[in-house]
């Protein structure tokens, strides 16, 4: 028999689990011209802001051992201009699209997703709550379980649409943001953005960076991400988007088996745009070999060792 691959995110029907993540394809056309988007469970856009916005001092990326960092800044045209420029374009193919949002002043997401609310051709909203909130010294609005949670709620009053919210692995203790998330009303959760991180050229003594300070994405984070999953997992009903350097279908095995429901491709589709075609067949052969008929059935069942102090780090 063969698998079925198809999940259901929070009432958006994916084909299969696997979905592209903020920042790392543009708004489509990028990597329509490689294949119809419509192979994807779903497509997620960059992060638009209220207005335009010009992003990051050069240079934005430096390549690190197994992994990129970036400091980009969120470039953007607009959420008018996203509307009229990219919004059509996605419309063309029968792939779920996912709106990220971004601010640097909290009442902003709310007036992002009423404005985007009006609008065919969206199905969900994505909360990236791990910009610096400007208003307060440029500290991520995501590291404060309260300020998070006031964030989704305002969005949730403002849409329709179901609302994600995407959580900084820069914290301390990502399951009490999740439960403040999800009491807040958010459908969904994703994760992780990317880790803060830097880098310093010897020669010049020079950061790497333009921004000097950015974030770490690639297998480099892999492991960090499996273990931010698993604790999102054990302390919320909602579901998981899973991701943080998934490049093989094996790496989407792992995060399904800490609980994700989708799994997000980002850094690997810069060195091959088709990997996502290799993540899909490979987990739908996986699934086969092992007699499974439904993603459900592996969904969050790792099996624990026995004893509790095996469990301690
Ligand atoms: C170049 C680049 C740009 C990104 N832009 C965004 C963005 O606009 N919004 C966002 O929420 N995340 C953004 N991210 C973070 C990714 O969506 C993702 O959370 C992170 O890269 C981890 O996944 P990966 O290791 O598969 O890339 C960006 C990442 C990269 C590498």
Redesign the pocket.
């Known amino acids: 028999m063969k698998p079925d691959l198809a999940v259901d995110l929070c009432g958006i029907s994916m084909a299969n689990p696997v979905v592209t993540?903020?920042?790392?394809c543009g708004n489509g056309r990028e990597l329509a011209r490689f294949y119809d988007l419509g192979v994807l469970g779903a497509f997620t856009v960059?992060?638009i802001r209220l207005e335009k916005h010009p992003g990051n001092p050069l240079p934005r990326?430096a390549e690190s051992t197994s992994g990129?960092l970036?400091s980009?800044g969120?470039p953007s045209e607009g959420v008018r201009h996203f509307i009229e420029y990219d919004l059509p374009f996605l419309r063309q193919y029968r792939v779920p699209v996912i709106a990220?949002i971004?601010a640097t002043r909290a009442e902003d997401y709310a007036r992002i997703a009423s404005i985007l609310d009006g609008e065919q051709g969206i199905s969900a909203i994505e909360v990236?709550v791990?910009c610096p909130n400007l208003e307060t010294g440029g500290c991520a609005f995501g590291s404060d379980p309260e300020v998070t949670g006031q964030i989704i709620r305002g969005v949730k009053e403002s849409t329709r649409f179901p609302v994600i919210a995407?959580l900084t692995p820069n914290v301390t203790d990502i399951a009490l943001i999740a439960r403040s998330v999800e009491k807040a009303g958010a459908d969904a959760v994703s994760l992780?953005?990317?880790l803060a991180a830097m880098s310093i050229d010897i020669e010049t003594r020079r950061p790497k960076l333009g921004n000097v300070t950015g974030?770490l994405?690639?297998p480099a984070?892999k492991p960090v991400a499996v273990r931010m999953v698993w604790e999102v997992y054990k302390a919320v009903r909602i579901p998981i988007i899973g991701?943080?350097?998934?490049s093989t279908w094996e790496d989407g095995v792992e995060f399904i088996l800490a609980g994700a429901t989708a799994i997000?491709?980002?850094?690997?589709l810069f060195r091959d745009p088709w990997v996502v075609f290799k993540i899909i067949g490979g987990i739908a052969r996986y699934m086969e070999d092992r007699g499974i008929g439904r993603l459900d059935e592996i969904r969050g069942k790792i099996i624990l060792p026995q004893s509790r102090d095996a469990c301690l780090p």
């Open positions: 993540v903020s920042g790392t960059k992060s990326i990129v970036n980009i969120i990220s971004a990236n791990s995407k992780i953005n990317t974030g994405s690639g984070i991701f943080g350097g998934i997000g491709v980002g850094t690997a």
